[in-house]
């Protein structure tokens, strides 16, 4: 499986974004997905996540009534919509099943900056 992250780049604070990752393989249908960031000098973390079907989503308190993630099965890929982005969401992007399994792939860079 490979994963591919797009959609980042530069956004003022209180801007928007929406994050897309392709991952190739008929696996990614039943596994569910999540997008992590990984700010520098921190650790990588997960933002949000979404069952195999999208009917459950969970989300980091950091991120919660601004970002939403959701999927679309037929298309094996990701989303994450930001809304309200603020400074501290700056950070390169990936996404990644709920437990990591795959290998990481290419994330994409947000900058949030005035």
């Known amino acids: 499986v490979q994963l591919q992250a797009s959609g980042g780049g530069l956004v003022q604070p209180g801007g928007s974004l929406r994050l897309s990752c392709a991952a190739s393989?008929?696996?990614?249908?039943?596994?569910?997905m999540g997008w992590y960031r990984q700010a520098p000098g921190k650790q990588r973390e997960l933002v949000a996540d979404i069952s195999s079907d999208g009917s459950t989503t969970n989300y980091a308190d950091s991120v919660k009534g601004r970002f939403t993630i959701s999927r679309d099965n037929a298309k094996n890929t990701l989303y994450l919509q930001m809304n309200s982005l603020k400074p501290e969401d700056t950070a390169v992007y990936y996404c990644?099943?709920?437990?990591?399994?795959?290998?990481w792939g290419r994330g994409t860079l947000v900058t949030v900056s005035s």
């Open positions: 393989g008929s696996r990614f249908r039943v596994n569910t």
């Open positions: 990644n099943t709920f437990f990591q399994s795959w290998p």
